[in-house]
């Protein structure tokens, strides 16, 4: 076994990262909204395409800000896929609303608007989509039962930057979206997030809600003479040298994806006939869907030889491990929520799936290792 252990993931490092942080660092504004907040948010703009977008601590606080914006409470409901990350199910908890576990789609691991469908009630008031892998999830018929009983839509695009649904940029086509730059995303500052919007209305609330509930943003804009208290709201603004970060890095978008990608691919085109022979589901992507090359994931017939894969890997270097356990079967969500149909295909979807390593800078023989310690398992 080779003693170069390929781990799953390791951060991207972009060439102005230091340059940035020492200008920071030099400067006398190291608080949020200086210079790095300004370019950083012009960029993931014209990334996104998205008319408004603010960053904030952790695609988490960009989660609570959609809930505090979208006025959730008590005797509200919103429906969250069972596979997915705490934070879409507990952003959604924090604002007293019951959160309503529903079922994924098999092939995508991505919320199932038949499932949607079936839990929705008058207390509906958001659905949160999340975009598994950074690849879309069925926009179309999702919006369709959300024009039919009035509900949001909240897009945890944390897998998602860059990523498409039939042309439209991920994270804008829903009443809010929200993006992750912790250190395990495509982009990141080490922990971050981002707010997209395309209202104006909820904009300048966005704002006041970032910024300790004040109009604060209003009164550097000089639009204000002086700034105070409007409403509720939290410390979301991440500092400057998050956002020094950020910037070095979404100015190097373009090769991040380059080389994902070049890993994706990698797999995608060495892969299928060992699946074929052993029974393996490989990651696919819809033809109507641009994904990010955030993940590649194969799913094994069976939860003790999905072990089994990870093991065999394990004793060759490679790092590849399974992710989310279902939402409705934790402690949390048996108290927080409710499961009005049971999430079967989310419980097989995380009982079966193995990630591979994805990261910019694996070379040629991490990939061909990983792919010859794959292709030497037998299911």
């Known amino acids: 076994m080779s003693s170069d252990r390929i781990i799953f993931s390791r951060p991207f490092r972009a060439a102005r990262e230091l340059p940035n942080v020492e200008a920071v660092l030099s400067s006398d504004h190291s608080h949020g909204d200086g210079p790095f907040t300004a370019t950083a948010t012009t960029k993931l703009r014209d990334i996104t395409g998205a008319p408004h977008a603010l960053l904030t601590t952790s695609c988490t606080h960009a989660l609570e800000m959609a809930g505090l914006l979208l006025e959730l409470g008590p005797e509200d409901e919103v429906i969250v896929p069972s596979f997915a990350f705490t934070s879409s199910a507990t952003a959604m908890a924090l604002r007293g609303a019951t959160v309503v576990f529903a079922d994924i789609d098999a092939a995508t691991g991505n919320l199932d608007p038949e499932s949607v469908a079936a839990a929705v009630t008058p207390r509906t008031k958001a659905v949160m989509v999340i975009h598994y892998g950074g690849v879309a999830a069925d926009m179309e018929g999702l919006q369709r039962l959300a024009d039919a009983h009035g509900f949001a839509i909240i897009e945890d695009n944390a897998h998602g930057l860059g990523g498409y649904y039939r042309g439209r940029p991920l994270g804008t086509i829903g009443t809010v979206g929200a993006l992750s730059f912790h ?9 971050g997030g981002a707010v997209l919007l395309t209202d104006e209305i909820l904009m300048a609330r966005a704002e006041i809600i970032r910024e300790k509930g004040t109009d604060r943003a209003r009164f550097l804009r000089g639009a204000v003479d002086k700034y105070s208290w409007q409403d509720i709201g939290s410390s979301y603004l991440p500092s400057e040298l998050n956002a020094a970060v950020l910037d070095a890095q979404l100015a190097e978008f373009d090769t991040i994806q380059r080389n994902r990608h070049r890993v994706w691919d990698t797999y995608a085109a060495a892969l299928p006939d060992w699946a074929a022979r052993n029974d393996i589901r490989l990651m696919t992507v819809p033809s109507d869907r641009e994904h990010t090359a955030h993940l590649y994931y194969l799913r094994v017939p ?26 409705d079967s934790s402690p949390a969500g048996l108290k927080l929520g409710r499961t009005p149909f049971p999430c079967a295909r989310s419980a097989e979807f995380s009982a079966t799936l193995v990630r591979l390593p994805l990261w910019p800078g694996l070379t040629e023989e991490q990939l061909t290792r990983v792919v010859d310690g794959v292709t030497s398992f037998t299911v």
């Open 183 to 191: 250190d395990t995303k495509n982009v990141h500052c080490g922990e």
């Open 302 to 327: 069976t939860e003790h030889r999905r072990d089994d894969l990870i093991a065999h890997l394990s004793q060759r270097g490679i790092v590849a491990p399974f992710h989310y356990v279902p939402l």
